[in-house]
Nanobody, 123 residues
Framework: QVQLVESGGGLVQAGGSLRLSCAASGRTFNWYNMGWFRQAPGKEREFVAAISRSTGNTHYTDSVKGRFTISRGNVQNTVVLQMITLKPEDTAVYYC????????????????WGQGTQVTVST
């Protein structure tokens, strides 16, 4: 079992930055690849970024490439999503997730989810 808790969301002006963190717990955490999804009001939850537990390889949805960076945090069992040059269309609830097999960009295969943290980007 893996428990995930997100933090770091908030309100920021367009062009600003935010850093989201995901703290994971559970004895099998190291077996899992980690990712971030987001869900805007009235829209489906969508993939944002993921990082491989074994290689550190990352991949991103096209709309955030060059602006968002996913990484393993300095604190053990954390994953960070650094977001810069934020746009109003980045406004959403951001969710941390864990999966055994790296590569999935749809929600169904992901096994564990956090409760989400709100990111609001104002114009």
């Amino acid at each position: 079992q893996v428990q995930l808790v997100e933090s770091g969301g908030g309100l920021v002006q367009a062009g600003g930055s935010l850093r989201l963190s995901c703290a994971a717990s559970g004895r099998t955490f190291n077996w899992y690849n980690m990712g971030w999804f987001r869900q805007a009001p009235g829209k489906e939850r969508e993939f944002v970024a993921a990082i491989s537990r074994s290689t550190g390889n990352t991949h991103y949805t096209d709309s955030v490439k060059g602006r968002f960076t996913i990484s393993r945090g300095n604190v053990q069992n954390t994953v960070v999503l650094q977001m810069i040059t934020l746009k109003p269309e980045d406004t959403a609830v951001y969710y941390c997730a864990a999966i055994e097999a790296f590569g999935a960009t749809t929600t169904q295969p992901w096994e564990y989810w956090g409760q989400g943290t709100q990111v609001t980007v104002s114009t």
